[in-house]
Structures are given as C-alpha cells and as structure tokens.
C-alpha cells in the first residue's frame, strides 16, 4: 500500500505544474485526496482537497483561481494543477488519502518557483 507523489520541479514564476498522486495496492476512486505544503521554516499547510464522496473541491485562498484539483480513476491518481505560479509557492508538496481521515501519505515533491 503506497502513494507516490511526482511531477514537482523548478519552474519560473508564472509557470505551471501538475502534481500526481498515485496510488498502489488501493483504489483511490472512494477515497478523498488531500494536497498540503510545507515550505522551509514554515507549518505545513492545506492546499487543496477533493472529496471521495461526490468529488467536492476546497482550495485553499492562497491558490484559488490558480489550481484544479482532479482525480483520474482509471490511472488510479490524483491530479494537482498549478498556475501562475509565484515564489511563495515553494514547497514540497504532499498527498495523502483516505476515508474519514488521512490515512496514507506520499512521501513529497519539491516545487522551486524562481523569480
């Protein structure tokens, strides 16, 4: 049982990315997908989640309007969508899974947006 968290990288700012959280030895189709940040000297933070009930969406202020969060069942992955991306943004970003509660963690990608 793993999620395996890819596809950061250094972007310049204004660039996009998008994350994926995949998923082995469980389906993710019932299960909520959480994304959080944790940039150095900082707390992590909640990015964005979807549910795993009727596939509702939060985001948190400081990426909305600038991220889509999805989930690809036939590929058994979450999706994180990344635009305009700003400095602020650096972190390494997690996924984690579950049905009440977060149960399964990725192990983190780092995003670097250059100015």
């Known amino acids: 049982v793993q999620l395996q968290a890819s596809g950061g990288g250094l972007v310049q700012s204004g660039g996009s990315l998008r994350l994926s959280c995949t998923a082995s030895?469980?389906?993710?189709?019932?299960?909520?997908i959480g994304w959080f940040r944790q940039a150095p000297g900082k707390e992590r933070e909640a990015v964005s989640c979807?549910?795993?009930?009727?596939?509702?969406?939060y985001y948190a202020d400081s990426v909305k309007g600038r991220s889509t969060v999805s989930r690809d069942n036939a590929k058994n992955t979450g999706l994180l969508q990344m635009n305009s991306l700003k400095p602020d943004d650096t972190a390494v970003y997690y996924c984690?899974?579950?049905?009440?509660?977060?149960?399964?963690w990725g192990q983190g990608t780092l995003v670097t947006v250059s100015s």
């Open positions: 979807i549910s795993g009930e009727d596939d509702s969406t």
């Open positions: 984690a899974a579950g049905e009440d509660k977060y149960d399964y």
């Open positions: 030895g469980f389906s993710l189709e019932s299960y909520a």
